[in-house]
């Protein structure tokens, strides 16, 4: 039998949750609120509190951990925008949620060294929540043209060019709700005794829960009793927020996730929430309370559809493996066994990790599987994606 697992939580972060949650309307929190909490307390969340935690010594590692290539990539990508938009003299790049600043210092690397024109017309700028990772990123990017600023700091209309997030829709607050006799319900968190935390379903907090469902055209009582799943309103507002800032580009979101409909098959009637802490995945967000991420897949439909009312069509989704092989990747792969590449063992076994790193991001059970999705505003929608060139999947 596998011993319980010894709980991590952050003490002063889990007494902070039970007060908020004693002291809120019905002793309750709904579950994005408390997700919210445990990621996101200025002071004490998890992403508050150490900027290490991606990486090999965190709890996960994100494709920018993998190399320089994904950035390098995404900046071949970047300049064909660039290009498709008739190369304005100014081109906004806004990252979103950009970790320890790795895949930036990449993307920003290579524009310069190989890239010139678009590098000059480039303003690479950074919002970011979490003040712990804004201080890395701070340090990592040191001496790189980059700024920092909040998303409320963005005009309306205001941004030419292209918003990227990688791994961050699947970082949001995330509600949850369970079918019971073929009724919608939401899960909050209450508590149980002064500290421990204990799981109610009761009627949605808001509307807009059964709203989304039913646009994603997913029924509650087919999905049967017990039922359980997730719903980020977080990532229809963020992405409004985003829409609405666009005067003219692209917004490119990597991402691992589902169409609507696999999202909510038969065989994820547990939902796709996963907590991760030190390299190890499980599913019990009230352990490890401010010392392991929580995440939920993306539901790339709902982002589809969501867009189009604010503007936003979408131009092609694809699968992370056929996204980088398309913009290079394979070439990569085979220069590193060209000849007169691998001369002694010091190289031979800078290959073998390269290209480790390099199948990582293309394997379908691992990275390769995330989801590519490249929406536009006030874009021409026939100008080809070089990232969308080999065969692209729909969403449905
Ligand atoms: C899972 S990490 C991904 C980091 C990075 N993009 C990468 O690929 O390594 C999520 C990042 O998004 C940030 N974040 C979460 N919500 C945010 C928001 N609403 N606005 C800006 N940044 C946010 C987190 O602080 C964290 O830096």
């Not at 969340?45 to 010594?57: D, E, K, S, V």
């Not at 979103?96 to 060294?113: E, I, K, P, S, V």
């Not at 607050?173 to 799981?199: S, T």
Request: hydrophobic content about 45%.
């Amino acid at each position: 039998m596998e011993t319980p697992p010894v709980d991590d939580s952050n003490p002063a972060l889990r007494t902070l949750i039970a007060q908020r949650v004693a002291a809120s309307p019905g002793g309750r929190l709904n579950f994005a609120q408390f997700m919210d909490l445990a990621l996101y307390h200025p002071e004490l969340g998890y992403y508050a509190t150490h900027p290490g935690r991606i990486g090999g010594w965190g709890d996960y590692i994100t494709a920018a951990h993998l190399g320089s290539d994904f950035g390098e990539l995404l900046a071949v990508q970047a300049a064909q925008l660039w290009r498709h938009l008739g190369k304005p003299e100014g081109f906004d790049f806004v990252e979103m949620g950009a970790g320890q600043g790795l895949f930036a210092a990449d993307f920003l690397r290579h524009a310069h060294a190989n890239l010139p024109d678009f590098a000059a017309a480039l303003d690479y700028r950074i919002v970011e929540r979490s003040a712990a990772q804004l201080a890395e990123q701070r340090r990592v990017l040191a001496g790189l043209p980059v700024r920092w600023c909040d998303l409320e700091q963005i005009a309306p209309d205001s941004v030419a060019g292209c918003f990227f997030a990688n791994e961050l829709v699947d970082a949001l607050p995330v509600h949850q709700f369970v079918v019971h006799r073929g009724e919608l319900l939401e899960i909050y968190v209450a508590l149980e005794g002064e500290r421990d935390f204990v799981e109610v379903a009761a009627a949605p907090s808001t509307p807009r829960l059964a709203a989304f469902l039913d646009r994603c055209g997913i029924a509650t009582a087919p999905l049967g009793e017990g039922y359980r799943s997730e719903v980020n309103l977080a990532a229809l507002d963020w992405l409004e927020a985003v829409a609405r800032r666009l005067a003219r580009g692209y917004v490119l979101t990597v991402d691992y996730g589902y169409t609507a409909r696999q999202y909510y098959a038969p065989q994820h009637r547990s939902g796709t929430l996963a907590c991760y802490h030190r390299h190890r995945v499980h599913d019990n967000p009230y352990l490890h309370i401010g010392n392991q991420d929580i995440t939920a897949h993306v539901n790339f439909t709902a982002l589809q559809t969501h867009g189009a009312a604010y503007a936003l069509r979408s131009l092609g989704f694809t699968r992370q493996s056929f996204f980088l092989l398309a913009l290079g990747l394979g070439e990569r792969l085979a220069a590193l066994g060209a000849p007169g590449a691998i001369e002694n063992n010091a190289q031979l076994n800078a290959a073998l990790r390269r290209r480790e790193a390099l199948r990582t991001l293309v394997d379908p059970g691992s990275m390769g599987d995330f989801g590519v999705l490249i929406q536009g505003k006030n874009t021409d929608p026939d100008l080809p994606l070089a990232g969308l060139s080999l065969p692209a999947q729909t969403l449905s």
